[in-house]
DNA sequence: CCCAATTTGTTCGTATGTATA
DNA sequence: TTATACATACGAACAAATTGG
């Protein structure tokens, strides 16, 4: 694992931004992290060492700081450092991931792939990724189970001209979540998204792919997903099977 | 609006507590707002006197506020003071209500009372609020329309021991949201739930409540409220018609 | 096993800026 | 205008966790 020791910084100048020097100092430190200069796993330099790269007293660097370990775009660890975020399953299952037994079990998902081809952008998906209809895109088909039995089915539209050279053999022998594929192999860092959800009833594919009756009531999550800058990388539609399975929401967490 | 200029809090000792002084102030604050101290709306004395009172810093005393802001527990307000958050129709709306038209528009429902009778807490409702089966409570059934459409259907449960003295007049007669009645009237502050969403056939009562066919999908959304200290004080069973309408979630909305 | 160096976590105090009444 | 309150920024010291010798 790299440790930063320096990177690229611009040196910040009170009252030369519009705005309080913490925020210059939090974008600055993004624009690190979203160019590369400092990658996932790695850690950043000292923030003694950053505060005075930056021209900003350690109080103000980790008032930044504090704002992107919020966004869990970083994580602290107290007597090693500061690391830039990587995807792994703790972290989907946290964040990105909602779907649990009733009775609370709270387990990571088999991933089984059904179907990755080159297509287009429909109306939908191209509207959703800010993109243009007919625009070229790898969609691919997952079934997840939990507890051995089928929960999930997953559809996912991804913009061709991010994911240049990805292929169904590199996808299907990920070692980690998609996420993290997306993060080491494509310099793409889901940070975070926006779902919608609704009940519908089961076409004749999901409910051959979930193991449900055709016409039985199953939930539908509309995902959009962004990287660091808030542009769309990934869209995608999960159908649910809720017979023995919840979608979890919890409305604001304690700290 | 009344201003406290001084309240009854404990004069916090360092190393008495086996946790970071800012931990315990904000504890010794919770308590304070829990105990009705100062009520909602209420402005909390400034930093520097608090501060004084508490025997810390105003930089510690600033940094267990923030967690209280995170938590929506209470608001700044620069120049003016530190508020107790009231519940009111722009909280309900982002913190406590998640439905919105397909196109995205946001907009507080006009809520209908259908029923409102005296009950005894069943399996479910006992589990959910932590009582014991049987125990007396309230029942309440609502229906929500959003731009004159009926939306979704709400059934309540409330552990009369809880809420003594609320009779159908008064909670018909309440001047804003569910949540600032309980606030103002009963004491009790709604500080987060959890949910937990499944997609089901609409059964007679719910398909003529929200005018869909019997059978039709629909979203269930089960919510445990839970007041200042994390005990449950509400169970609710929400049906909500997707037909035009969606449950959004935001995962990790950017500060 | 202990020590020393490094890094984040906590706490203090002070000064100045900005918004409000 | 003045006073008050929160917001930003600085600098310093020590605590706690981690790592490597």
Redesign the pocket.
Same mark, same amino acid.
Request: hydrophobic share 30%; no cysteine.
């Given at each position: 694992m790299k440790v930063s020791t320096a990177i690229a910084l611009q040196r910040l100048q009170?009252e030369a931004v519009g705005m309080?020097?913490?925020r210059a100092v939090k974008r600055e430190l993004l624009r690190a992290i979203e160019s590369g200069a400092v990658a996932p796993g790695d850690?950043?330099p000292?923030?003694?060492m950053l505060a005075q790269q930056m021209?900003?007293?350690? @109080? !103000?660097l980790?008032?930044a700081v504090d704002d992107l370990v919020a966004e869990h775009i970083v994580v602290?660890?107290?007597?090693? @450092? !500061?690391f830039v975020a990587m995807h792994g399953s703790e972290r989907f299952l946290f964040q990105f991931f909602h779907v649990e037994r009733s009775d609370g079990l709270r387990q990571a998902p088999e991933v089984e792939l059904l179907s990755f081809e080159k297509s287009r952008l429909d109306d939908e998906a191209a509207t959703a990724l800010g993109r243009r209809l007919g625009e070229p895109c790898l969609q691919i088909e997952n079934r997840l189970r939990l507890q051995g039995r089928p929960v999930v089915h997953d559809r996912l539209w991804l913009p061709a001209l991010l994911f240049r050279g990805l292929t169904e053999k590199r996808f299907r022998e990920r070692p980690s979540t998609i996420y993290h594929l997306y993060q080491t192999e494509f310099g793409i860092t889901v940070a975070r998204a926006h779902e919608r959800l609704r009940a519908l009833s089961a076409d004749r594919h999901a409910a051959r792919v979930l193991g449900v009756a055709q016409g039985q009531a199953v939930l539908q999550v509309r995902r959009v997903a962004l990287d660091l800058g808030a542009q769309p990388v990934e869209w995608r539609i999960s159908t649910v099977a809720t017979a023995q399975h919840d979608y979890v929401n919890l409305l604001s967490r304690p700290v």
């Open positions: 009170p309080p020097m913490y850690a950043l000292a923030e003694a021209g900003v007293s350690v @109080g !103000t980790r008032r602290r660890r107290q007597g090693r @450092g !500061t």
